[in-house]
């Protein structure tokens, strides 16, 4: 399949091939992989960083709390499969949305929660999903998700990629 789901030789254009890009921050990303990875119309997750100043950084670099990056999956997803608005739909129920720079016993600027947009459509569903969701009184406290541009994405080491998947679990809890 060919990313812009123009055919190799006739040249027309077949919207049902394109993929999608988003990006999401909500914790350690080992879990939030998992989710997107094992959803129907994701195509492919990677693990990573984003949103930091270092280029090119490494998970000391980002655990030191000095990059600025964020630990982020990277969902590239068929949009005839499933809709952006579902990844989000993902997204808000698989961490507390309420934590500043905090998921579960991980904390540091690495786990906040975050949706790194990319594209005005993307960027106004997340807005609209988030005012919803915190309007609903699921939450107790204002929901703290920032909603930004998509940064560089630098993907994590290898042994940080598909990390449950490779150890036959399905999740970090306890």
């Known amino acids: 399949m060919v990313e812009n789901g123009e055919h190799p030789v006739t040249g027309k254009t077949n919207k049902k091939a ?25 195509i492919e997750t990677a693990v990573g ?3 930091g100043k270092t280029k090119n950084p490494t998970y000391v670099d980002v655990c030191s709390d000095k990059t600025g ?36 016993p991980d904390f540091g600027s690495q786990y906040r929660s975050v949706i790194f947009y990319h594209s005005s459509e993307q960027k106004n569903a997340a807005e609209k999903s988030k005012k919803e969701l915190d309007a609903s009184g699921k939450w107790s406290k204002p929901i703290a998700t920032a909603i930004e541009s998509a940064q560089p994405f630098y993907a994590a080491e290898e042994y940080h990629q598909k990390y449950l998947q490779k150890r036959g679990l399905e999740s970090c809890h306890i």
Do not use: D
Request: aromatic share 14%; proline share 3%; charged share 15%.
């Open 49 to 51: 960083y984003s949103g």
């Open 69 to 104: 990056h964020v630990e982020v999956v990277q969902v590239k997803f068929n949009p005839t499969i499933v809709s952006y608005e579902k990844l989000l739909e993902l997204f808000w129920n698989n961490h507390n949305p309420t934590h500043v720079n905090r998921q579960g």
């Open 18 to 42: 394109q993929t999608e890009t988003a990006m999401f921050g909500a914790g350690c990303f080992w879990g939030v992989e998992e989710t997107f990875r094992t959803t129907k119309g994701v």
